[in-house]
């Protein structure tokens, strides 16, 4: 995602021409997008996106558990 915006605001600053951007290569000003294209390509190749995604949804599952067991009143006692 980082990529992403960056890329464009290169894309943009070389639009409008501002200085440093403006003297760059278009190479250059679009090299984020590749990048931006090669991690999505690894992380879904490797699985990182989903192990993420089960993460989030456990956490969410366990929250939810746990309000439901404090409205119950069945959280267990603190250890003193």
């Known amino acids: 995602m980082y ?3 960056i890329g464009l605001v290169a894309l943009a600053m ?4 501002l200085d ?3 003297a760059l290569s278009w190479w250059i000003v679009l090299t984020p997008f590749a990048l931006a294209v090669a991690w999505w390509s690894w992380a879904d190749a490797s699985g990182y996106t989903k192990r993420r995604e089960i993460e989030k ?24």
Do not use: H, N, S, W
Request: avoid cysteine; proline fraction near 6%.
């Open 57 to 80: 949804m456990d956490a969410r599952t366990k929250l939810r558990i746990d309000k439901q067991r404090a409205a119950m009143g069945m959280l267990p006692k603190k250890k003193r």
């Open 3 to 5: 990529f992403l915006l």
């Open 14 to 17: 070389k639009y409008l021409e």
């Open 20 to 22: 440093p951007v403006a």
